[in-house]
């Protein structure tokens, strides 16, 4: 696989992430979307690995088949979320009740380091700690006009953040507060009242 073919579907993947980050923000936000979710929690928990998986991979692949040569930022952003990897692959096999407050420090960080990343290619002309060596502003991948991998791991951190508030989503999410008192959601009738 070439460096472009390699870009452009990198690029693509990102945008799938970034509409399952929205989707979910959105299903989040919403009574009835919460309890949707609920359904999804393990599906959410696997994307979330997957998600991590191929953010890890690409940027291997890209420092060492594509010859990129990472950026200070870009170490950030490999030390947030390499360990994910891990972290959500245990979870998949093994289940965890603390994965929110075992992934959420990483990937909330990460979404801002990858979120400066990016507004320091978008605005070169400001000062930062890069060297001029490796510069933060170097655009190795420009993907429709604005997908560069600062933009790519934006999408992947934002999508895993999403995903596991998704897979840890209560039971009785989106519930009427009467209907929450000990009981379980798939012994609810609709139209069941408290």
Request: hydrophobic residues 55%; aromatic residues 10%; proline residues 6%.
């Given at each position: 696989m070439s460096v472009d073919q390699m870009s452009l579907f990198t690029a693509l993947l990102a945008l799938v992430?970034?509409?399952?980050?929205?989707?979910?923000?959105v299903l989040l936000t919403t009574a009835a979307g919460r309890v949707v979710l609920v359904g999804f929690r393990t599906d959410a928990?696997?994307?979330?690995?997957?998600?991590?998986?191929?953010?890890?991979?690409?940027?291997?692949?890209f420092s060492e088949v594509g010859g990129f040569i990472p950026c200070e930022l870009c170490w950030y952003q490999r030390i947030l979320m390499y360990p994910l990897v891990l972290v959500l692959g245990a979870a998949v096999w093994g289940g965890d009740d603390l994965l929110r407050w075992?992934?959420?420090?990483?990937?909330?960080?990460?979404?801002?380091?990858?979120g400066y990343h990016v507004q320091l290619q978008w605005f070169p002309d400001q000062a930062s700690s890069c060297?001029?060596?490796?510069p933060c502003t170097q655009?190795?991948?420009?993907?429709?006009?604005?997908?560069?991998?600062?933009?790519?791991?934006?999408?992947?951190?934002?999508?895993?953040t999403v995903l596991v508030l998704a897979a840890t989503v209560r039971?009785?999410?989106?519930?009427?507060?009467?209907?929450?008192?000990?009981?379980?959601?798939?012994?609810?009738?609709?139209?069941?009242?408290?």
């Open positions: 992430a970034a509409a399952v980050a929205l989707v979910g923000v928990r696997r994307l979330a690995f997957s998600v991590a998986g191929v953010s890890t991979a690409a940027s291997l692949w075992r992934v959420l420090p990483f990937s909330l960080l990460g979404v801002a380091v990858s060297e001029v060596s490796t655009q190795w991948v420009d993907e429709f006009g604005f997908v560069s991998i600062p933009v790519m791991a934006f999408f992947g951190f934002a999508a895993i039971e009785d999410a989106g519930l009427p507060d009467g209907l929450r008192a000990g009981r379980d959601v798939d012994s609810i009738t609709p139209g069941e009242g408290p």
